[in-house]
C-alpha cells in the first residue's frame, strides 16, 4: 500500500523546510486577520481559552491525521481515501471544494495587505488612519480588484514551479522575519495608552487584560455555543486542516522526518503567531476606539494597527511597511499551499502536466477572485448568517467553508480512521523516527 516517492517526484529536502511551509500554510491571514476580528467580537479571553483547548486537543489530532495519511501512501487528498477504501472516493472528492472556495478571497485579503503596504511607502500612510479609509477602498472595484490580481499573479509565479523551489525556499525566508518584526510591535503597542475627550484614560494593558481574562458574566447556552463555533472554524483555517492540504504535504515528507516533533512545533508556532496578533490588534483597539468597537469584524487590523504606526512618527512609516510586506507574504505561504493544493488535484484527476494545471487553475481563481471582489460594491447584500453575523459575498464563502464544510469533512475523516482504516494506520505512521 505504501509507495515510496510522490508521484510527480516532488518533495522537502529537510525537516526545517517542510516545518517552516506546513507553518507558512498555517501562519498567515488565519493568525494575523482572522484571529484577532474573531477573538475580539467574541469578548476576548474566554474565546482564547475555547481556541486553545481546542488546538492542543483537537487540532494535533487532525493534523496527524492528514499527515500521516499523506506521507503513508503518498498520494494527495483527492485520490487518497478511494486508495484505501474505494466506498470512501466520495471523501476526497468532497475536500477538493475547500481550497477552491477559500481562494476565491485569500488573495483578496492578501492585496488589502499589499494595498496598506503601498500606502505606507509612498508616503500616504497618514489617510490610513480615517475610520473610513478600509470601507471606501472596498467601495471601488477597481483598486479591490487591481491589488488582488496583483497579489495572485505574484501566487501563480511560484506555484508555476514545483514545491521544493517555491514554498520551500520562500517560507525559510519569510517566517523568522515576520515573527521578529510582531513581536518588536508587540512590545511597542503595550505602553499605548490614550485620553478620549471625555477624558477617559484608556492603556493596552487594560485592553491586554480584555484579551486575556475569560468573562463569564451574562454567558448563555447559545452565546457558548456561537464562541466555540468561532473557535473551531479558526482551528481548522489557522491549522490548515480538513481541507486537504496537509494531506498533500504529507505526500512530499520524506520517510526521515520526525511526525510528531513536526506537528508540535508546527502547533507552537502557528498559536504563538496568533496570541501575538491578538495582544497586539486587541489592545490597541481598546485603546484607540474603546471595548466597543471590538465588533468591527473583518476591518478590525485595518483600522487598529495604522493608529499604531502613527504614534511612532517617522519609523513607524518604516515599520508599517515592513510589517504589512510581512503579513502579505505570510498570506502569501497560506495562499501558495492552497493553490499548490488545487494543481495537485487538478493534475491527479485529469492526468495534466503541472503547468498545464497551473494555468488553467489561474484562469478559474482569477474569475472567481472578481466576482468576490465585487460582492463589496456592484454586487453588495447583507446575508444574517446563524452565528448572528452580517455577511457580504466573502463573508459568506468563508462560512460556508469554515463553518460547515470543514467540519463535516473533519467529522468524515475521524470515522474513517476510527472505524475504516483503523487508528493503528496513523499511529504506525507516525512512530516512525520515534515519533510518540
Known amino acids: ?26 501562519v498567515g491571514v488565519g493568525n494575523i486577520w482572522r ?20 488546538v492542543f486537543i483537537f487540532g494535533f489530532v487532525l493534523l496527524a491525521s492528514d499527515l500521516a495519511l499523506g506521507r503513508k501512501t503518498k498520494k494527495h487528498a483527492v485520490e487518497v481515501f478511494g486508495f484505501l477504501n474505494k466506498k470512501w472516493n466520495f471523501l476526497g472528492k468532497l475536500t477538493i471544494l475547500i481550497p477552491i472556495l477559500i481562494i476565491t478571497y485569500y488573495p483578496i485579503v492578501g492585496g488589502w495587505f499589499l494595498k496598506y503596504s503601498y500606502d505606507f511607502l509612498t ?18 472595484p477597481y483598486r479591490s480588484i487591481f491589488w488582488t490580481l496583483v497579489f495572485f499573479m505574484i501566487t501563480a509565479c ?32 503595550l505602553g499605548l495608552k490614550f485620553t478620549d475627550k471625555n477624558n477617559i484614560t484608556r492603556t493596552a494593558w487594560d485592553g491586554l487584560k480584555i484579551y486575556l481574562l475569560p468573562d463569564f458574566s451574562n454567558l448563555s447556552l447559545k452565546r457558548l455555543l456561537e464562541i466555540t463555533l468561532d473557535a ?95 503579513v502579505a507574504f505570510a498570506a502569501l ?19 495534466w502536466s503541472r503547468k ?41 464563502v468563508d462560512y460556508v467553508s469554515n463553518n460547515f464544510l470543514m467540519p463535516m469533512i473533519s467529522f468524515l475523516t475521524c470515522i474513517f480512521v476510527g472505524w475504516v482504516i483503523k487508528p493503528d494506520f496513523v499511529i504506525k505512521e507516525m512512530e516512525e523516527n520515534n515519533g510518540f
Open 333 to 351: 505561504t497560506s495562499c501558495i499551499s492552497i493553490t499548490e493544493t488545487i494543481i495537485a488535484n487538478f493534475m491527479r484527476i485529469f492526468k
Open 158 to 189: 511560484i506555484t508555476f514551479f514545483d514545491v521544493e523551489s517555491g514554498v520551500e525556499r520562500f517560507s525559510k525566508i519569510i517566517m523568522p522575519g515576520l515573527l521578529m518584526i510582531i513581536l518588536g510591535i508587540l512590545f511597542y503597542s
Open 232 to 326: 473551531m472554524s479558526q482551528l481548522f483555517f489557522s491549522l490548515s486542516v480538513s481541507m486537504g492540504i496537509m494531506i498533500t504535504y504529507g505526500a512530499y515528507v520524506k520517510k526521515d522526518i520526525n511526525l510528531s516533533k513536526s506537528i508540535r512545533q508546527i502547533e507552537l508556532f502557528d498559536t504563538g503567531a496568533a496570541l501575538i496578533s491578538g495582544a497586539i490588534i486587541i489592545p490597541a483597539v481598546y485603546v484607540f476606539l474603546g471595548k466597543d468597537a471590538m465588533s468591527q469584524g473583518p476591518s478590525l487590523m485595518f483600522i487598529s494597527l495604522p493608529k499604531i504606526f502613527n504614534t511612532m512618527g517617522f519609523a513607524g512609516q518604516i515599520i508599517a511597511v515592513l510589517f504589512f510586506l510581512m
Open 1 to 26: 500500500m505504501e509507495q515510496e516517492e510522490n508521484q510527480d517526484g516532488s518533495g522537502f529536502k529537510s525537516n526545517l523546510g517542510f516545518i517552516l511551509a506546513a507553518a507558512g500554510s498555517a
Open 123 to 140: 508616503g500616504n500612510g497618514n489617510q490610513t488612519i480615517s475610520n473610513n479609509f478600509f470601507t471606501n477602498f472596498l467601495s471601488s
Open 356 to 396: 498545464k494545471a497551473s494555468v488553467i487553475s489561474s484562469i478559474f481563481i482569477t474569475f472567481g477572485l472578481v466576482i468576490v471582489c465585487l460582492g463589496y460594491n456592484l454586487f453588495y447584500f447583507e446575508l444574517k448568517l446563524p452565528n448572528g453575523n452580517t455577511a457580504q459575498l466573502l463573508d459568506l
Open 35 to 54: 484571529f484577532p476580528y474573531l477573538a475580539a467580537k467574541d469578548g476576548g479571553g474566554l474565546f482564547l481559552l475555547i481556541y486553545l483547548l481546542l
